[in-house]
């Protein structure tokens, strides 16, 4: 039987982590551009990033909110994250349904009122739209922005993750992880659309849970100097397998999931990086949210005004122009809505919750404000 380790990491922000959440957001964003553009070979591998971001946050998490279990009430919690993860969506949904109405309208072939609204209601309150029409972008769960489906199954695990806090979490996560990969293995990665809407629970756990328990193990591991040079070369691995010209076997992406994954966010842990590296990093990881949420809006956007001025889709010109205008418009968002949002809405909350506890002691400002570092895909 597993011994429950009790040492913690005392450190409270990894550069290398936002480092790793960085070069998967892009990773995305160019798996999507050659499956959108007709490309496939492009990043083909790519999707495998989603149990990346999955392992970091069920390690972040821990990391940003284990002082605050017995004092920070569930509703706090959620409302907390709902903070952090919810306005970039709401803007997503408000540039991609325009979209979907124009192009309807311009198609000639009705606007889908009803269904659009549906799409739009359930996107803002981060529920499934089973059944969505192709004309609005079904059969995707979240038919206005596909990779909103990652950001549900992360609300219902961070959901399970603390209502389970007060439980021995190191052997809670090891079994549930262990539990959650036996599954994928028949019923394999997904989570996107209704068909495989169901793999997506165990898709999260496997990998939300490895990161928990790398956080309740990772004290007992030597700090060893050999940490960074294993870091670059599971970095190296990563992008490789990434960047495959083809699809990967199933057997590697499990064991993606199952080893590397958790072995890359333990050595970035450990990994001890140059002040240049780590500011590199810092703002890697910074983007990382914005541009996952807003890719897929913008390049509806841009595909679409392309196709209607020139005729047929280019990966050359879209390409890039998407690229860029990711980046340009997601520093844009970051500074000017999402982090003064957030900022106001936390300090609504904390005045809230003081008007109504005023002896309660107050969880950190860094925490409730919901600018820690975290992994939210």
Request: aromatic share 12%.
């Amino acid at each position: 039987m597993l011994g429950r380790p009790e040492a913690h990491s005392t450190q409270k922000h990894h550069p290398s982590l936002d480092g790793l959440r960085g070069f998967a957001a892009f990773s995305v964003l160019l798996y999507h551009l050659g499956h959108w553009l007709g490309f496939p070979a492009l990043a083909t591998n790519s999707g495998l990033a989603v149990d990346l971001f999955f392992c970091l946050s069920g390690y972040v998490l821990p990391l940003a909110y284990q002082r605050h279990t017995a004092t920070l009430t569930t509703p706090r919690f959620l409302r907390t994250r709902i903070i952090r993860l919810m306005p970039l969506v709401l803007l997503a949904i408000a540039i991609s349904a325009p979209y979907v109405v124009v192009r309807n309208g311009l198609a000639g072939a009705g606007v889908p009122w009803t269904p659009v609204a549906m799409a739009v209601l359930l996107g803002m309150i981060n529920l499934p739209y089973f059944g969505a029409p192709k004309a609005i972008g079904g059969p995707e769960l979240f038919p206005l922005n596909g990779p909103q489906y990652t950001l549900f199954l992360e609300l219902v695990v961070n959901a399970l993750w603390w209502a389970t806090r007060r439980l021995d979490q190191f052997r809670l996560a090891v079994v549930l992880a262990c539990c959650c990969f036996v599954l994928l293995l028949p019923m394999g990665l997904g989570g996107d659309i209704a068909e495989t809407f169901w793999s997506g629970f165990p898709r999260v756990g496997a990998s939300f849970f490895a990161g928990v328990a790398l956080f309740h193990f990772e004290g007992r591991v030597p700090n060893w100097r050999a940490w960074t040079a294993i870091f670059w070369s599971l970095f190296a691995v990563m992008a490789v397998l990434f960047y495959l010209p083809f699809e990967a076997p199933l057997a590697l992406q499990l064991f993606w999931v199952a080893v590397l994954s958790p072995l890359l966010v333990l050595a970035g842990t450990r990994a001890r990086l140059s002040t240049f590296v780590n500011r590199v990093c810092l703002s890697a990881g910074a983007l990382s949210y914005p541009v996952y949420c807003l890719h897929y809006p913008i390049f509806s956007w841009v595909n679409g005004l392309y196709r209607a001025r020139f005729g047929p889709q280019s990966l050359a010109i879209e390409g890039p122009l998407v690229i860029a205008l990711a980046l340009v418009l997601s520093f844009a968002a970051l500074k000017l809505y999402d982090e003064p949002l957030r900022r106001f809405l936390a300090t609504r909350s904390r005045r809230a919750h003081g008007r109504r506890h005023p002896t309660a002691p107050s969880p950190l400002k860094r925490i409730s404000e919901g600018i820690i570092a975290e992994t939210d895909d």
